[in-house]
């Protein structure tokens, strides 16, 4: 599976969210398996898109097909986008499904690896993170991701409230990084919280 990441910064309200209707289009597109979306806690005026594909070669090919005709009609409503790809890895959670509708908010985590680390990252995300994530009330679902070659990771969690997600991130997270040696694996991390916008889910 395919994961896309999408970030821009809005500077006409009305006329991105308009535009955005358009992308019901997305439901016909073969190996299209579900997209979300919403505004950044952090950050005014950006939002964050999450993109499910079945494969690359089916999202090259709606890329080349579908893609600018469905992207027209929101041309001049933002700036600054950035498109990250990364292919799937694993489950944080188990049974993984694209879907949006019983999430309030998403976490999204990219980060950047020293290189002779990935490996142990990917393992401690594995054997520390998840199973700490899984076990915390309100979590629903993520996923972890990998870009091809570039030594960047992406996980997803998707959360049922904002409260929720606050109360595992006080309690825990300093001392499982020191469990999982987080800062010898990172070069860079990034991050934000998504208040997800329903009426963006296709």
């Known amino acids: 599976m ?8 809005v500077v ?3 006329g991105f969210e308009r535009g955005q209707r358009k992308w019901a289009g997305l439901l016909g597109e073969p190996g299209f398996r579900g997209q979300g979306g919403g505004w950044s806690r ?5 939002v964050h898109f999450f993109a499910f594909w079945e494969s690359r070669t089916l999202y090259d090919s709606f890329m080349a097909r579908s893609h600018d005709r469905l992207a027209a009609s929101q041309s001049g409503t933002y700036r600054d986008i ?3 790809l990364f292919d799937y890895r694993f489950d944080v959670k188990t049974g993984f499904q694209p ?3 019983d999430a309030d ?4 985590a990219h980060c950047t690896v020293h290189r002779e680390r990935a490996e142990h990252f990917a393992l401690m995300q594995e054997k520390v993170w998840n199973p700490a994530m899984a076990g915390s009330p309100g979590m629903l679902r993520g996923v972890f991701a990998e870009a091809d070659g570039e030594r960047e990771f992406l996980v997803l969690s998707m959360w049922n409230s904002a409260a929720e997600r606050a109360k595992y991130r006080t309690e825990r997270v300093e001392r499982l990084a020191l469990r ?3 800062g010898a694996d990172v070069a860079a991390i990034d991050g934000d919280v998504v ?3 329903p009426s963006w889910t296709v």
């Open 2 to 9: 395919l994961v896309k990441w999408m970030r821009c910064t």
């Open 12 to 14: 006409d309200r009305g």
């Open 42 to 46: 952090s950050r005014p005026g950006v």
């Open 82 to 84: 950035q498109v990250r």
């Open 99 to 101: 879907r949006f509708g």
């Open 105 to 108: 908010v998403v976490r999204v």
């Open 180 to 182: 999982a040696q987080t």
């Open 195 to 197: 208040d997800l916008e």
